[in-house]
């Protein structure tokens, strides 16, 4: 039992190092992570919070009391850990996407491309520090960023002059959260926390022109600009818990989180350079240039469950508007993009038919159904994108009458945009429908209250 235990921490610490590197290997290849011409612009697209277990339930967390599975969504969740227990959670997350447009021009037609990623998504811990007050850890992705798209400029001018021209935009990267915090139980069915929560990671952005003209030369070569944001940044969170039913065969409990928002401020390095023979540096650039800051947020949600039943539901509002109401990026050809505040609705439901039936295990798996509704915190052009998922998940118990489980999740999503078109200067465009399929697992694994007891022999 003694090695057992060993080897279960050794396995905790040597996640915990792996997985920072694991993150800054995204940073050089993330396109592993999504694959999305919405995450052009800002922090790119940000992830859904939660382990598997979570986000099989459309995402609902933040009112969810349990002590064996560690809540990374809430402090307040904190403060529940058993005095003899550790709870740890662990997930790998892989997903499909399709992307779907409408090219205008001398002739209209619909163009689709597709690309699959797979990636490590959560680590999280939870300990007692006390009676009534424990310790969480968590690394989960905030952001990500990757996307290959072109365009080609056929006018008669440039065409006349340099022939067919190409612009070419790439970007790959991520923002990695990682929290640390206290939660505390006062008494019995209410819980405080407090987390501090720091932003690290690297986004790369390029664009390119080809051919381009060397002066006086007659030559074409490629002109390519790089931006690349490196991120740093604390912000904290408050959270809280509070049972309204607490009883041997039913709980409800309701909870709420608010994130201090504030400046991003990440480091700016641009440059461009001409790609001929010598590949030379034309511009380069250090700068502190990007104003947009992170938004205030707020989370409330009430979660109610029985020995078969547990269902939940969550609100999110984050002020991305407000926060940057007089910010505007430009992207390509004069898409103006801007910020909008989100609204977002989350609600799941779990089934376990009967958790301690000793001779049917598909009694004992947990089935779970979810789903999420709200909208993309920037606007194209104006127009806004809504955002739709349903999930569906499976818990595993791993042995009888134990708390550790694989849990395994699925999630089909889309991102619609109100209009099919934007004008951009005298020109239609085409908005970009996106549909994806994403698969998880997780394992929560709950440390037996045996594994804290000294044994005499092993």
Not at 143 to 169: A, P
Not at 345 to 365: H, M, T, W
Request: proline content about 3%; overall charge neutral.
């Amino acid at each position: 039992m003694q090695a057992l235990k060993k080897i279960f921490f050794n396995t905790i610490i040597a996640l915990a190092l792996l997985l920072p590197m694991g993150a800054a290997a995204q940073n050089l290849a993330s396109s592993v992570n999504t694959y999305s011409p919405y995450s052009m612009y800002g922090m790119g697209e940000l992830a859904v919070k939660g382990n598997t277990i979570q986000r099989a339930l459309g995402g609902v967390g933040v009112a969810m009391w349990s002590n064996t599975m560690a809540n990374a969504m809430n402090p307040a969740a904190f403060g529940i850990t058993p005095q003899q227990a550790f709870l740890f959670n662990f997930g790998i997350e892989g997903g499909h996407f399709r992307n779907e447009q409408t090219k205008y021009g001398q002739t209209n037609r619909s163009i689709e491309t597709a690309y699959n990623t797979v990636n490590i998504h959560d680590i999280a811990f939870q300990m007692p520090l006390a009676k009534g007050l424990g310790l969480g850890f968590s690394l989960t992705p905030y952001s990500h960023v990757g996307y290959n798209m072109y365009n080609d400029d056929t006018s008669s001018d440039i065409v006349g002059t340099v022939g067919n021209v190409r612009y070419n935009y790439m970007g790959d990267g991520d923002v990695t959260e990682v929290k640390a915090g206290i939660g505390w139980m006062p008494f019995s069915g209410f819980t405080v926390g407090v987390a501090a929560i720091y932003y690290w990671g690297n986004i790369e952005r390029s664009y390119s022109a080809s051919p381009q003209v060397i002066t006086g030369s007659g030559e074409f070569s490629t002109t390519t600009g790089v931006d690349t944001y490196d991120v740093s940044r604390f912000k904290a969170q408050v959270g809280m818990m509070w049972n309204l039913i607490y009883k041997d065969t039913r709980i409800w409990t309701i909870g709420a989180t608010y994130d201090l928002g504030g400046a991003l401020k990440p480091g700016l390095m641009k440059y461009v350079y001409v790609d001929n023979l010598l590949a030379s540096v034309v511009r380069e650039e250090n700068d502190k240039a990007l104003p947009l800051r992170l938004p205030h947020q707020l989370t409330v949600g009430t979660f109610y469950q029985t020995m078969k039943f547990r269902l939940g539901v969550d609100y999110v509002y984050q002020n991305w508007g407000s926060e940057n109401s007089d910010y505007l990026e430009s992207g390509g050809h004069g898409v103006h993009v801007a910020y909008t505040d989100t609204h977002t609705i989350k609600a799941g439901l779990e089934f376990v038919p009967r958790s301690s039936d000793v001779g049917n295990y598909l009694n004992r798996i947990a089935y779970r159904i979810g789903a999420r509704v709200g909208d993309y915190y920037q606007t194209f052009g104006g127009c806004r994108v809504a955002q739709y998922a349903v999930t569906a998940g499976l818990g595993l118990p791993i042995r009888l009458f134990g708390r550790s489980a694989i849990n395994v999740g699925f999630e089909y999503g889309i991102r619609k945009p109100e209009n099919s078109t934007i004008q951009v200067g005298n020109a239609t465009a085409g908005m970009v429908k996106q549909q994806y399929y994403k698969f998880s697992i997780g394992f929560s694994l709950f440390g037996e209250d045996r594994w804290f007891v000294r044994y005499k022999y092993d």
